[in-house]
């Protein structure tokens, strides 16, 4: 077995880490992530000119309710009391590109990242399905854990 993996045990097995003994505290993450796209494109969905409706405000809530769902499609993530999910979503003409940041909070014995990570992806998957149709070089990237922390809970 390799040093580090915990998610795999002595017999080389996958297994789903033991957060048993440990207390559960305040556990925060954010993620960050960018989806790509021509000007043209950005244009109709700073206009809510899309056809399929309000891109950012669809994106936001796919990103909140996959965050809600990470451990049902990351086999070994542990299910999640999520207290806070905050997303934010915002147009970069400059980069022709949107912006995705998700900050999501818990009070449990694990923490938050794949979460964040989830919300940041489904946010941009859902901008890419809203806009395929007028752009099929959008391109999703740069998808990141830019925070982690944790602390006692008052």
Known sequence: ???GLTHINKQGKIKMV???GKKAV???AAARG???MQASTLELIEKKEIVKGDVFNSARLAGIMGAKKASEIIPLCHPLPL???DLEIKSE???NSILIEAEVKTEAKTGVEMEALTAVAVAALTVYDMAKAVDKTME????R???KTKGSIS
């Open 145 to 147: 854990l830019v925070k």
């Open 83 to 85: 207290s806070a999910i």
């Open 1 to 3: 077995m390799a040093k």
């Open 34 to 36: 960018r989806i790509n």
């Open 18 to 20: 033991d957060v048993t």
């Open 26 to 28: 305040l556990r925060r």
């Open 93 to 95: 003409p400059r980069t």
């Open 140 to 143: 999703i990237g740069e998808i």
